[in-house]
């Protein structure tokens, strides 16, 4: 696979692997070792970026990636994040907190999870507007200097805070939601990132799965399966962005693609300093989300997609009100 440059120098595969869903967030949680063999098999086929974080599970998500990689661990780059109070149970709490003295034992226990010793892209998960993002930036240079991490990246920040955490840490990457049905990233932060020369790592980049072309009006979510509680997977919120599906299934076929890859071969498009995240939990997606690199489209293919995709107006908000609220900040 082709190989992309996050930030200054972070070079990795052009496609990472999200991997939240192998345990968190989805309902039932898959068996550990098939989601290892995933792991391994997503590295086989050329991917070089792991993303992961310690609120997925919690804790178990991160232990997962790091038992995972360990065969091949010099040659992969793998992500992680704090910013969220856990309890030591395991249980989180409604509270951020990206306090120094909170981000240094984030740091090291996940050291300890991962098996690693060094941590490749430590994110702040959610900005907390009780810390200052100078502080925040200048706990990571220190853990930056001490060897523990090599490179800062934010998650979900406005652009002036990644401006100010900028001056103090270079920011390497910003990862937020980008995909055909969430494009707001592209008024400000797109613009932000290019000035300061900062990578972008889109998350849900198929839209939670809605943009394979697998979900209808009618699907049902298992229990536990966060999507039930965000409204843009509303029964009457598919129905009616089932449009931008449907443009994506007509002009997939015009390019022997999947939706899944015309996605993904759209956000590779935007610019060279994007790598998108698909996360799955099936080896079959996994290969056909990796084609989606292999797709190069024209411009004119491009011209299409845009002009038929902002005449579609996408239904329901991405988060409820309490989640939305911690983004942006």
């Known amino acids: 696979m082709d190989k992309?440059?996050?930030?200054?120098?972070?070079?990795?595969?052009?496609?990472?692997?999200?991997?939240?869903?192998?345990?968190?967030?989805y309902g039932v949680v898959p068996d550990k070792q098939q989601m290892t063999d995933l792991i391994r098999a997503a590295f086989e086929r050329g991917v070089t970026f792991f993303d992961t974080a310690e609120i997925y599970g919690p804790f178990n998500n991160e232990e997962l990636v790091g038992e995972a990689v360990q065969p091949f661990?010099?040659?992969?780059?793998?992500?992680?994040?704090?910013?969220?109070n856990?309890?030591?149970?395991?249980?989180?709490?409604?509270?951020?907190?990206?306090?120094?003295?909170?981000?240094r034992a984030v740091v090291d226990a996940s050291l300890k999870r991962l098996q690693i010793d060094t941590i490749d892209l430590l994110y702040q998960h959610r900005v907390d507007p009780d810390v200052e993002i100078e502080d925040v930036a200048g706990a990571v240079r220190d853990?930056?200097?001490?060897?523990?991490?090599?490179?800062?990246?934010?998650?979900?920040?406005?652009?002036?805070?990644?401006?100010?955490?900028?001056?103090?840490?270079?920011?390497?990457?910003?990862?937020?939601?980008y995909?055909?049905?969430?494009?707001?990233?592209?008024?400000?932060?797109?613009?932000?990132?290019?000035?300061?020369?900062?990578?972008?790592?889109?998350?849900?980049?198929?839209g939670r799965g809605f943009l394979t072309g697998a979900m209808s009006a009618d699907t049902k979510f298992e229990s536990g399966d966060f999507r039930n509680n965000l409204p843009r997977f509303a029964p009457e919120a598919l129905a009616a962005n089932q449009a931008?599906?449907?443009?994506?299934?007509?002009?997939?076929?015009?390019?022997e693609a999947t939706p899944a890859q015309l996605a993904l071969a759209w956000l590779l498009a935007?610019?060279?300093?994007?790598?998108?995240?698909?996360?799955?939990?099936k080896l079959h997606r996994l290969e056909e989300n990796l084609r989606g690199a292999e797709i190069v489209l024209s411009?004119?293919?491009?011209?299409?997609?845009?002009?038929?995709?902002?005449?579609?107006?996408?239904?329901?908000?991405?988060?409820?009100?309490?989640?939305?609220?911690?983004?942006?900040?």
Request: hydrophobic fraction near 40%; charged fraction near 20%; glycine fraction near 8%.
């Open 86 to 103: 856990i309890t030591p149970e395991g249980k989180p709490t409604a509270g951020l907190n990206s306090k120094p003295d909170h981000i």
């Open 244 to 255: 931008l599906v449907d443009l994506l299934n007509t002009l997939a076929k015009r390019l």
């Open 299 to 329: 411009p004119g293919a491009l011209r299409a997609i845009d002009e038929a995709a902002t005449k579609i107006a996408v239904q329901g908000a991405r988060y409820p009100a309490h989640l939305e609220a911690l983004v942006n900040l």
């Open 270 to 281: 935007q610019k060279p300093w994007i790598v998108p995240i698909p996360g799955t939990t």
């Open 143 to 177: 853990l930056i200097k001490a060897g523990k991490v090599k490179h800062f990246g934010m998650s979900e920040a406005a652009p002036a805070t990644i401006r100010r955490a900028h001056k103090v840490q270079r920011v390497t990457a910003v990862q937020n939601e």
């Open 73 to 84: 661990r010099d040659k992969v780059v793998v992500a992680t994040k704090f910013g969220f």
């Open 4 to 25: 992309r440059t996050l930030g200054k120098d972070l070079k990795v595969s052009a496609l990472g692997l999200g991997c939240m869903g192998m345990t968190h967030a």
């Open 179 to 206: 995909s055909l049905w969430y494009r707001d990233v592209e008024t400000e932060l797109l613009p932000t990132l290019h000035e300061l020369g900062i990578g972008f790592v889109p998350y849900s980049p198929l």
